[in-house]
């Protein structure tokens, strides 16, 4: 079955540290990865999608088929990445549909 | 302007009645969905469209029931609100699996169910 996990409900963080959110999925074949971020009582909106391979607001990920991981990262965070993170999954065989995993929370302190 | 809302934004309903939900997009996007959000749970699809009067189930349809009589228009119902259904809800749009398969979301609703 199709799965996205994102092993982390809450990452705290420091100013200028780095990040990674992770996110590992399971699925049958050449899946497509995006990241999606939502700012408190907001919509959600896309970050990134793997294809594409750009950096938005100093985010990127890369897409390992052999980990099945999509792992998003930044250098050094800053207060306004405090949102919470979405890992989702489409693909061929998905009729158009997106699996969004658990989400997790990123809390950047000053 | 992200081309999609929904309404109504809030509203708070009794056990036992019916609440509708729209959902109305102004790029002619085929496809169309309703997810949940949860805590704990991330976002979990409801029904999606797949065109005009084309519907299908999601992981969790239990309760809920979905219209598209038209491209723009996308209507979720809660035959009869229960408070397990007291969520926020998204509508989100796309252009499907030939196109990127990338969709764009509404500002959500929240329900809550008494």
């Known amino acids: 079955a199709q799965r996205v996990t994102q092993p982390e409900k809450l990452l705290s963080v420091f100013k200028g540290a780095p990040v990674e959110l992770k996110c590992n999925y399971s699925?049958?074949?050449?899946?497509?990865l995006f990241w999606y971020v939502q700012y408190s009582r907001q919509r959600l909106q896309l970050l990134l999608r793997h294809i594409s391979r750009e950096s938005i607001k100093g985010f990127t990920a890369d897409l390992n088929k052999g980990e099945t991981s999509f792992h998003l990262k930044k250098p050094f965070a800053q207060e306004e990445d405090s949102a919470m993170y979405y890992c989702?999954?489409?693909?061929?065989?998905?009729?158009?549909?997106?699996?969004f995993g658990q989400g997790t929370e990123l809390s950047v302190k000053p | 302007d992200a081309g999609i809302t929904q309404s109504p934004r809030h509203k708070v309903t009794e056990t036992g009645t019916p609440v509708t939900l729209r959902c109305h997009q102004t790029e002619n996007h085929r496809y169309m969905y309703w997810y949940r959000q949860d805590p704990g749970h991330g976002l979990r699809l409801i029904h999606y469209s797949y065109g005009v009067k084309d519907t299908d189930k999601g992981e969790v349809s239990d309760g809920y029931s979905v219209s598209r009589s038209k491209t723009e228009d996308f209507l979720l119902t809660l035959e009869s609100a229960t408070s397990s259904q007291t969520s926020v809800y998204f509508c989100a749009m796309g252009q499907g699996p030939y196109s990127g398969n990338t969709i764009y979301f509404g500002e959500g609703s929240w329900l809550t169910v008494v």
């Open positions: 699925y049958s074949g050449s899946p497509e």
């Open positions: 989702a999954l489409s693909g061929p065989n998905q009729g158009g549909k997106l699996i």
